[in-house]
């Protein structure tokens, strides 16, 4: 038989439960948001190659989307925001395995047709995925985007916007990879890259002990964003 709890027993275990679950729902909270903000920069990217009426926003589309999506209470959705999120597609639109399966720092390229299994999308699903997806028209299976892109994706957004700093294909692709390994925070992420440890790693013929070195204290100083 279980001894009966006290008071603050009770306090205590509501707590932690509360806390161990808080941070869980944040982290699939993340994981949706970096889903979304792809899926937004892919519509944005086709609307400005494909849009019907694409000619008569220009260089306003993304103010203009942002007014209009600020109208339907979507939070959180300024210019700036669509603006990175169009950048984050353009950035990773080659998608396929994900960061920490990947053995080496290389680019698996795949249209997001390729990764909608054909019989879960109508022909006409298929082609407006292909194009753009028409204002009003039906979405693709979101379930079936989400699952897919959710393996690509394995940082949080924070940890994405760090990584578009990054110009280099290979290096931003290794501390993805890294990051991913060893579940940095934003925080250790913009460390590493501060210590430039893709390029100690590169000229190196230690590399184990660079990457033991590399878990050391390090000031971010030398990081752009703090000079």
């Known amino acids: 038989m279980n001894s009966p ?8 275990l509501c707590q932690q439960t509360h806390e161990e679950l808080y941070v869980r729902a944040v982290r699939v909270v993340d994981a949706h948001l970096v889903v979304r903000n792809w899926l937004f920069g892919y519509y944005i990217a086709e609307f400005e190659q494909y849009g019907e009426d694409r000619a008569a926003y220009g260089q306003g589309l993304l103010q203009a989307l942002a007014d209009r999506l600020k109208g339907l209470e979507i939070k959180g959705i300024a210019s700036t925001n669509l603006k990175l999120s169009r950048q984050f597609y353009m950035v990773f639109r080659q ?8 053995s080496d720092v290389e680019a698996i390229g795949q249209t997001l047709t ?3 299994p054909p019989s879960e999308l109508t022909s006409n699903q298929t082609a407006q995925v292909d194009k753009l997806i028409p204002m009003g028209a039906s979405l693709v299976d979101l379930s079936t985007v989400m699952r897919t892109l959710s393996r690509r994706f394995t940082l949080g957004w924070s ?16 501390y993805e990879i890294e990051a991913a390994a060893n579940q940095w925070t934003v925080r250790e992420l913009q460390r590493q890259i501060a210590s430039s440890l893709y390029q100690r790693l590169a000229l190196s013929r230690d590399k184990d002990e660079i990457r033991r ?15």
């Open 5 to 12: 709890m006290n008071f603050e027993q009770l306090v205590s």
């Open 95 to 102: 998608i396929g395995q994900t960061a920490s399966d990947q």
């Open 114 to 116: 390729d990764l909608l």
């Open 159 to 174: 940890h994405y916007v760090e990584l578009l700093t990054l110009d280099d294909t290979a290096e931003r692709r290794f």
């Open 213 to 227: 070195l590399a878990k050391g204290p390090l000031t971010l100083e030398g990081h752009p964003r703090n000079r």
